[in-house]
C-alpha cells in the first residue's frame, strides 16, 4: 500500500478471552488502525465480564470498558471510530478464562 492508503481488515480474528491480559491487535510500525467495530461473543450459559484497554496492560488508567457485563450466550458489537497510533496495543480480559470470544474489524492505513 502507498503511503495514506487505508484497507479494510480484520484486525483480530476471533480471540478467546483469559483472565490475565490478552494482546488482541497491534499496530505494526507505519501503520494507523482504525477499529471500526469490536464484537464479544459470550459462549458461556451464565454472564461473564470484559475488560478492554489500550496499552501493555488494562489498567484503570487506560481501560476504554472496564467489567462490563455480557449476558450468557450473547453477543455484544460496538460501533467505534478508536485509532490506535503505530507500536498501540488493543487488550483484553475476562472474568472466566476461555468463554468470552473478541474480533476486531477496522481500517488499516500506511503513515
Known amino acids: 500500500m502507498a503511503s495514506g492508503d487505508r484497507a479494510e481488515a480484520r484486525l483480530c480474528a476471533p480471540t478467546q478471552l483469559g483472565t490475565t491480559t490478552t494482546t488482541l491487535v497491534t499496530v505494526t510500525a507505519g501503520h494507523t488502525f482504525v477499529v471500526k467495530q469490536i464484537i464479544i461473543a459470550n459462549t458461556d450459559t451464565v454472564d461473564r465480564t470484559v475488560t478492554l484497554a ?34 498501540e496495543t488493543l487488550q483484553g480480559l475476562s472474568d472466566t478464562a476461555s468463554k468470552v470470544n473478541v474480533t476486531v474489524v477496522g481500517w488499516d492505513k500506511t503513515n
Open 54 to 87: 489500550i496499552g501493555t496492560a488494562a489498567t484503570a488508567s487506560n481501560r476504554l470498558m472496564s467489567a462490563l457485563p455480557i449476558g450468557a450466550n450473547d453477543v455484544m458489537i460496538w460501533d467505534t471510530a478508536l485509532v490506535l497510533l503505530t507500536t
